[in-house]
């Protein structure tokens, strides 16, 4: 088999030992050498049968991770109403796309959508149970909010899923009301995984269509590798990831978390398989919120959850925004540790979004990782200058600070929060502005490699993937993504629009810009 040959090439290795290089020679699906020495290499490397990429400058950069995205919501994102900022502004606009939907589907079918945000209506306010019963009352009809923490149902989606004027807050949900009559208005915080159970599932052709866009336009923004960090997985969604794969619909190689309850019944058996370098399991997710006003899970339970995970060899990836129970997961992570040392585990926040300085210490103390989103700052800036209380808001996506007090960030997405593109975050994390040109705390911004950073070689270690990932160096994965332009260099505002002109996955030419 010849080699692959990427020459002409503005190389970023993300190594420090060999940071620059201008030629990659690519054997077998691994990086087989990088040089630096072009005219004398160039003339060997073209002169035999090898296979050239002349990249005419462009900038090569490893693979982008993303490593806390929900692959199957942002799937269900193709085929789903889009009710987002993007493509609605009022509450009359998601009636007009949920009636549509009704005219084109039989009465009964379950009409799903995904993406609103209530403070880019024009109403200002969450839609309501009534509002979408005017739209459609046959259909049972399933919103879901921009955050993915929040649903909004129909009345008939109530009904088919047994929520009446009588039914009380599940232990950690909440169901929203009117405040004069008691009844359900339709919006349920805390509640995807319960409403999952009731909601039809979509036919496996659709499902496919919106995995196979999915893999496509991930491969479209240099995305090789990504972390699925949905809390509902369990070892047959790594059968269904690796079947995708097989037929084509996925390109990317995926790590994904264990649900707890899923982490709880392979524990119970031996010999569940961890995967491979194509899908593998790669930690157990908990949920740690205070939707009901109080945190869940306890600090007791949290502390139990967590030692399990970490004396069973799992890495903990613990979801916390707000101060309280980012503290939660410390503590819980600092116990496990004190109970058995370990000095290398890997140990993750997600999202960390409010992180006064002393907290941030406290993180790099117990060694803990923070996986956040700098493209929230971009996409959600102007919604944060004026809905996030001041004293949050000084602390708000700090992800300076952090990483000056020694924690090791990476970043991600979240998608299909905001949308995959590694260079917004990039471009977010460097200038902290957002799309409508406000500054959102710019002490926090970091230089464009730390920035690149992020989403390569830290997103690996995130992944516990470094040995393989997240750097251009011999013996590692030929995964690369080729850049119209170099984000190190470029003017800062010029990141944003730099575009991907090809991706590179085991060697092969996935996508390629037409």
């Known amino acids: 088999m010849s080699d692959l040959l990427l020459v002409n090439a503005n190389v970023i290795t993300m190594n420090p030992a060999f940071p620059r290089a201008k030629i990659i020679r690519i054997r077998n699906g691994e990086i087989a050498s990088v040089s630096a020495d072009d005219t004398p290499s160039l003339r060997k490397c073209t002169s035999s049968k090898n296979e050239v990429i002349d990249c005419q400058g462009k900038t090569v950069v490893p693979g982008f991770i993303d490593p806390h995205c929900h692959l199957l919501s942002y799937a269900y994102s193709f085929v789903t109403l889009d009710v987002g900022p993007r493509n609605v502004s009022s509450i009359s606009d998601i009636q007009n796309l949920v009636r549509k939907a009704s005219q084109e589907l039989p009465p009964g079918t379950w009409i799903k959508g995904r993406g609103y945000d209530e403070f880019y209506l024009a109403e200002k306010r969450h839609p309501t149970r009534w509002d979408l019963d005017a739209a459609s009352p046959a259909h049972p009809v399933r ?31 909440l169901i929203d009301r009117n405040i004069t009559s008691g009844e359900p208005t339709g919006l349920l915080y805390g509640m995807d995984t319960t409403i999952a159970r009731f909601v039809s599932a979509t036919q496996n052709n659709l499902v496919e269509e919106g995995i196979r866009l999915a893999g496509r336009a991930l491969a479209a923004q240099g995305i090789t590798s990504i972390h699925d960090c949905s809390s509902r997985n369990d070892p047959s969604r790594l059968d269904l990831f690796r079947a995708w794969q097989q037929r084509g619909y996925l390109p990317q190689r995926v790590s994904m978390v264990l649900g707890w309850e899923a982490f709880q019944k392979i524990q119970e058996r031996q010999g569940t398989t961890r995967g491979d370098d194509l899908v593998r399991i790669a930690g157990v997710k908990i949920i740690i919120h205070e939707i009901t006003g109080q945190l869940s899970p306890s600090q007791s339970e949290l502390n139990e959850m967590v030692l399990q995970i970490h004396q069973a060899g799992y890495q903990a990836v613990l979801h916390a925004i707000e101060v309280k129970p980012i503290m939660a997961a410390c503590t819980a992570i600092e116990h496990a540790l004190k109970v058995s040392p370990a000095a290398a585990h890997r140990h993750r926040i997600e999202h960390c979004s409010v992180c006064p300085p002393a907290l941030a210490k406290r993180l790099a103390s117990a060694r803990i ?38 924690v090791k960030v990476a970043g991600s997405s979240d998608f299909p929060v905001v949308p995959p593109n590694p260079l917004i975050g990039i471009y977010a994390a460097v200038t902290r502005r957002a799309e409508n040109g406000e500054y959102i705390l710019p002490k926090e911004r970091i230089t464009p490699l730390e920035a690149l950073s992020l989403f390569t070689n830290n997103a690996a270690s995130a992944t516990c993937t470094e040995t393989t990932r997240g750097s251009i160096s011999p013996g590692k994965l030929a995964d690369l993504a080729i850049l119209s332009g170099d984000p190190t260099s470029l003017p800062e505002e010029a990141i944003k629009d730099i575009q991907v002109d090809m991706t590179i996955i085991n060697g092969q030419v996935i996508w390629e810009r037409g």
Not at 144 to 169: F, K, M, W
């Open 369 to 406: 990782m923070v996986v956040t989103q700098p493209a929230f700052v971009y996409y959600n800036g102007e919604r944060y200058l004026r809905t996030v209380p001041k004293g949050d808001l000084k602390h708000l996506y700090p992800v300076s600070t952090l990483m000056r007090h020694g």
């Open 143 to 173: 919103i879901t909010h921009r955050s993915g923490h929040a649903q909004l149902l129909n009345s008939l989606a109530l009904e088919r899923v047994g929520i009446s004027d009588e039914t009380g807050d599940p232990p950690d949900g």
